[in-house]
């Protein structure tokens, strides 16, 4: 599988791969996603040699069935995509456990059992896998006397600067493999046999497991540093930020997320990183990144599909398929719209409270929304976005994931970006021609589902100041009829 490339999931014996185009071919995938995996593959194809059985295909069971009918037993370790484990289970192959995640399914299922929907609290588990496994604890108590410094890492970026001043992330060297992939993904895209989305450039992630570590090492050495106050912060200049990038090679089965934690809690040791930044980035691999996996199994295989308790039924738009700015006012879309097409990346405020904010304001239909993130982002798979854009981001399924729905107004991007300084519309103003659509869709946005969150406390207060507006009905209006944003 191209999410399982790394050694953790090598256990010496002979190594199938399979290179299966209608991956491609079933749903649009970014210029450098395709790209990515189609390397990666094919380096790990490389560096196997003569382990390694490598077959091109249209589709994997094509090559899975005649080998199982020719008596060949094949092993897997567990896939990761309910479609996965379905034809895995349809062509009877032996499946060993999951790999690639710091807890086991065993783990959370023990932790979980008897627990309410709606009482599955990230913090509870994140504290839960704290105290058995004894990372980042000195004895029973958490190391520095608190399990989350969130609190401390929401630094805005400083005051008039165009980046944080740190090093160039790494970006590795591109080889024949990756020459050659580009070649044929630019003959099959010409050829209508698939659909790319964004720009194709130099490809930026690791694609093999040296690429990886050097990846890892490049971050604890220059980023961790300044990650945990500047986690929340984004800048024009800068589409990195003090983040790792690593869910990429994590996700490709590159990295280890425990060797990633391992690392970063080691600088903290070593007193060549605070323990805010530390915490955070192991809150985010332990905590986030286990629990959305954890998540995907445990809310069931129609949690995606099903899940609308907004009633946001609204198309997502095409500058969003054509990950383009360029037809966009309002200069936070228009740069992360712009940054996505170039690099199928952004960082998880801009996902969150830009991208997301926003689709959540206009009502964007979720299941869209969701497939949308997967196909446009380099490390989109089927299990990581449904809780983060279903569940956190969109609230679609109504408080199984977050406690209330994330929308902010143009006040919270001004304070924690720069992106504002340069914007036609001003963050203050809620109605009129330079009316902030962020600031005026947040109210529009709360007056269209009060009658589904009424009841959620959490929510008590800006309903509130909602209801005490003399132009909210003009407000309301003035959205519903944008069509410049």
């Not at 790792?244 to 391992?262: A, C, F, K, R, T």
Request: with cysteine; net charge negative.
């Amino acid at each position: 599988m191209a999410d399982q490339l790394g050694p953790h999931f090598d256990d010496g014996g002979e190594i199938l791969l399979i290179e299966a185009k209608a991956v491609l071919s079933r749903r649009p995938y970014h210029w450098a996603k395709a790209h990515l995996i189609l390397s990666a593959l094919r380096h790990r194809q490389a560096e196997l040699g003569e382990r390694v059985t490598y077959v091109t295909a249209e589709h994997y069971r094509d090559v899975l069935i005649p080998k199982i009918a020719a008596g060949q037993e094949i092993d897997m370790v567990n896939p990761t995509s309910w479609g996965s484990r379905a034809l895995a289970a349809e062509l009877g192959i032996s499946v060993v456990p999951s790999r690639g995640f710091v807890s086991s399914e065993e783990f959370f299922s023990v932790w979980v059992q008897g627990k309410k929907p709606g009482t599955l609290k990230l913090e509870n588990y994140y504290r839960h896998w704290r105290d058995s496994t004894g990372i980042l604890m000195e004895g029973l108590q958490p190391a520095g006397g608190h399990y989350n410094y969130d609190h401390d890492n929401r630094q805005p970026p400083p005051k008039g600067a165009t980046n944080l001043g740190l090093p160039v992330p790494w970006a590795p060297h591109e080889d024949e493999i990756d020459a050659q992939v580009r070649a044929d993904l630019t003959a099959w895209s010409e050829a209508g046999e698939i659909t790319l989305l964004g720009r194709d450039g130099p490809r930026r992630f690791a694609a093999t497991r040296l690429e990886a570590l050097a990846a890892l090492e490049d971050f604890v050495e220059t980023r961790l540093m300044d990650f945990g106050p500047f986690e929340d912060a984004s800048l024009q200049g800068d589409d990195v930020m003090a983040h790792s990038q690593l869910s990429v090679p994590m996700n490709l089965g590159l990295l280890h997320p425990q060797e990633v934690i391992d690392a970063c809690v080691a600088a903290y040791e070593n007193g060549d990183a605070p323990l805010g930044s530390v915490e955070a980035i192991v809150r985010q691999i332990a905590g986030w990144r286990d629990w959305v996996w954890h998540l995907y199994w445990h809310l069931g295989q129609d949690y995606a599909q099903t899940n609308n308790f907004l009633e946001a039924n609204e198309d997502v738009p095409e500058e969003f398929w054509k990950l383009d700015g360029q037809g966009v006012d309002a200069a936070c879309m228009k740069h992360v719209l712009t940054s996505v097409g170039d690099s199928g990346y952004a960082h998880h405020i801009q996902r969150l409270m830009i991208l997301g904010n926003w689709s959540l304001q206009r009502g964007y239909n979720p299941q869209q929304l969701n497939d949308w993130f997967i196909d446009a982002f380099v490390d989109g798979t089927p299990w990581v976005m449904p809780a983060n854009v279903i569940g956190m981001s969109q609230h679609a399924d109504g408080g199984l994931v977050a406690t209330k729905p994330y929308s902010s107004g143009g006040a919270y991007i001004n304070s924690m970006t720069d992106f504002c300084r340069s914007c036609p519309f001003n963050p203050k103003i809620r109605l009129g021609e330079n009316a902030c659509p962020f600031t005026a869709g947040y109210w529009a946005f709360l007056h269209r589902v009060e009658p589904k969150i009424r009841n959620n406390h959490r929510m008590a207060q800006p309903l509130a100041g909602m209801r005490k507006l003399a132009d909210l009905d003009a407000v309301v209006q003035q959205e519903r009829l944008r069509t410049q944003w």
